[in-house]
């Protein structure tokens, strides 16, 4: 995975049809999807349960391109060797799951992942300012974590604060939770370059539709784009 700060789009499979996993994969990345974003929840850590390294591993296959995996659960540390063996590419723990993400990021890099930190809406950009050589990928969550099809969050101040710590460092800034045609512009603008989108892109279509999947990643894209020119 060579780095680029180039705008990616990362379908989440949370707003998926949950009985074609496999197909629904298939299709957004033939129709566009530069990442697969995969929504980890264990009914603890988010008030909602999705699905663990089993079901992981079996849409593995299934990814051509990247599997960012996002953990909205705690403990992490424990189950970090499951999805490196599951064949996660990215994985993404909450600065707030516990005590210690400082040596979650290590154990992370140390499985052969790529290492991110979320950070929920109260959680300020600084609390990764002593975690910038051990990251790879921030997650600005710009919706309480646990469901899709939530309100945007406005959180493009910490983006500009972010993007300002990160400096050249190879390490993205994704955005998570209420990203659409609207919203994209913003947080592109303030600094992001991955943005995770699941009603915005799933809405309307279906494996029998997968065509409306490539529209709507299309729209979000062009719509993130512009605001890169218009910079
Ligand atoms: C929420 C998840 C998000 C969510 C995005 O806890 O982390 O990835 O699936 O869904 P939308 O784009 O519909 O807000
Ligand atoms: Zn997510």
Redesign the pocket.
């Known amino acids: 995975m060579t780095f680029s700060r180039h705008v990616k789009i990362a379908p ?1 499979i ?1 707003s998926a049809d949950f009985a074609n996993f496999g197909q629904e994969i298939q299709a957004i990345e033939a129709q566009g999807a530069d990442w697969v ?1 995969v ?1 980890v929840m264990d009914g603890h850590f988010v008030p909602n349960l999705t699905f663990g390294p089993p079901a992981v591993k079996a849409f593995r296959p299934h990814v051509n391109t990247v599997m960012d995996v ?1 953990l ?1 659960i705690t403990p992490v540390d424990p189950y970090i060797d499951a999805y490196a063996e599951a064949g996660a590419d990215i994985l993404t723990a909450h600065q707030e799951a516990g005590p210690h993400i400082h040596r979650t990021l290590q154990a992370i890099r140390g499985a052969g992942m790529k290492a991110g930190v979320a950070l929920n809406p109260a959680t300020p950009a600084e609390a990764i300012s002593h975690l910038l050589d051990l990251t790879d990928l921030v ?1 600005v969550m710009t919706v309480n ?1 646990g469901f899709g099809g939530q309100r945007f969050i406005d959180m493009t101040q910490k983006i500009r604060t972010l993007r300002e710590m990160i400096g050249d460092r190879p390490i993205h800034i994704e955005i ?2 209420g990203v659409d045609p609207t919203t994209a512009p913003l947080v592109v603008d303030a600094g992001a370059d991955v943005l ?1 989108a699941g009603s915005a892109v799933f809405r309307g279509g279906s494996v029998d539709k997968p065509e409306v999947y490539g529209e709507n990643i299309a729209a979000i894209r062009r719509a993130a784009e512009g605001a890169r020119i218009a910079a």
């Open positions: 989440s949370l974003h929504d996002h909205m997650c974590p998570d939770g995770v």
